[in-house]
């Protein structure tokens, strides 16, 4: 793995994080209810991503993910912070 693909993963982390976790899930968390703000935003960065790797399996993993690390920010934002949720997701990168 070269310093270029791990800088290029550690930013698209801290970017994805910032925008679903940070910005969509909160902003939709005070508009709608719980269950319909980590579904939406869970199915939104399936399909964000789904351009990158077209495959119906990678999307329902991503969507996945999102809804997984979505619902851990929800309930547990003292535990699972946006820099913690960052580790997981470079993880989910640099692993697959």
């Keep these: 793995m070269s ?9 698209i982390s801290i ?4 925008v679903w976790r940070c910005f969509f899930l909160s902003f939709l968390k ?4 719980k269950t319909f703000s980590l579904i939406f935003t869970s199915i939104l960065c399936g399909l964000v991503y789904f ?6 399996i990678h999307l329902m993993h991503t969507a ?12 547990s934002p003292e535990k699972f ?14 692993l697959h």
Excluded: C, K
Excluded at 51 to 56: G, L, R, S, T
């Design 3 to 11: 310093v270029s693909y791990f800088l290029l993963a550690l930013l």
């Design 30 to 33: 005070e508009l709608t209810n």
């Design 51 to 56: 351009p990158a790797n077209p495959d119906i």
């Design 81 to 94: 912070t946006l820099f913690s949720l960052t580790i997981i997701h470079l993880l989910w990168i640099l």
């Design 64 to 75: 996945l993910l999102g809804f997984i690390m979505g619902y851990l920010r929800y309930n």
């Design 15 to 18: 970017y994805s994080e910032f």
